[in-house]
């Protein structure tokens, strides 16, 4: 649009652009997620890390029994009971011969939800607890730093499709281990 010699045309252009952008940026609109909890599971469920960590830890074979669970998460056993439950009862999970198992339902919080935040620092949280066992395997990284309107835009751009990077390579991969990833880029 830049090149565009009349102005409303170019204007016409320019916002059809920030839209696009505005929703390829919304991760909603590029991950499919299942039919979703009531509000208040959610609230339960979104009201500490370990509700999602065990549901996602399930999908690890080694970690589909209570004592797998809890080797993996450091949790007392009388915890990881309760979330099983809930996660059972709200169909998240399923019983089989051999442990805890997935259901096709998926958990996604979009930015709109009010549950947002609690998501957001419950795993920023996780990420600080591990930023002090500074692990080799592990990787953090903060930064504030000024640059051009049009490279943030641009980075901007790059982040969300990493991130929809992430989540095909992530369907792709066998389930070993459980990890976390925090992504923000934001204007201070």
């Known amino acids: 649009f830049e090149r565009c010699a009349n102005p409303i045309a170019k204007q016409f252009l320019k916002r ?3 839209e696009k952008r505005a929703k390829f940026a919304e991760v909603k ?4 997620i299942a039919e979703e909890l009531s509000e208040e599971d959610k609230a339960i ?3 500490h890390y370990l509700y999602s960590a065990i549901h ?7 970690r589909r029994t209570l004592s797998g669970l809890v080797d993996l998460l450091q949790v007392p056993e009388r915890r990881i009971q309760e ?14 011969k051999n442990g805890f198992v997935p259901t096709k339902k998926q958990m996604f919080v979009p930015k709109s939800s009010p549950f947002v935040i609690a998501n957001h620092r419950n795993w920023r949280d996780r990420a600080l607890d591990s930023a002090t066992l500074r692990r080799s395997s592990d990787f953090h990284f903060s930064a504030v730093f000024s640059i051009s309107a049009e490279d943030a835009v641009a980075l901007r751009d790059l982040l969300a499709k ?5 989540v095909e390579r992530i369907k792709a991969s066998p ?8 992504l923000d880029f934001f204007s201070v």
């Open 162 to 166: 990493t991130t929809e990077n992430f």
């Open 29 to 32: 609109n590029r991950v499919k």
């Open 83 to 96: 979330v099983l439950h809930f996660l059972l009862d709200r169909q998240l999970i399923a019983k089989s």
């Open 45 to 47: 469920y979104y009201s």
């Open 175 to 182: 389930e070993e281990q459980l990890n976390a990833i925090c």
């Open 16 to 18: 059809l652009l920030e």
């Open 56 to 62: 996602m830890a399930v999908t690890i074979p080694e």
